[in-house]
């Protein structure tokens, strides 16, 4: 697969695709509706192998919480790109749902989900800003620390 301009864009901040994103369960890892790409949730793994794990603990370091996030990005980044050939067919990023999981009262679950957030605005600009909800949950799949889901808008193939 050829190298995109987004991705030569993720190159040249340090970051790369996984080389793959297994889902863990019966479920397919997105589903195209017209130009709309439904994303199922991506935790915090790289190339199936969970690496950050929940729930938060007291005095947790945001910047690494941030870097969960920003994995599950990578994760949809990958699965975007399998399913509209390179990611210089996005549109549009429509939603983000962010799942973090915190023990009950945990106020920063916005601001970790802010990881993957920024990530997509930092690669597609005003197309990369995106509605979103960002809640704390007791647990993940895979005790992982954060999950995110998205919806995009593709290019008519």
Known sequence: METSGIEHKLQSIGLELPTSSPSRAN??????????????????????VPQFFGPVKDGYDLTEAKKAAEMCALNLLFNIRQAAGSLDNVVSVLRLGAFVSAPSGFPDGPKIADGASELFINLFGESGRHARTAVCVSSLPANALVEVDAIVEIKAG
Do not use: D, R, V
Not at 27 to 48: D, M, R
């Open 27 to 48: 479920f397919l890892p997105y589903k195209q509706s017209g130009s709309l790409l439904f994303l199922a949730g991506q935790i915090c793994e790289w190339n199936g």
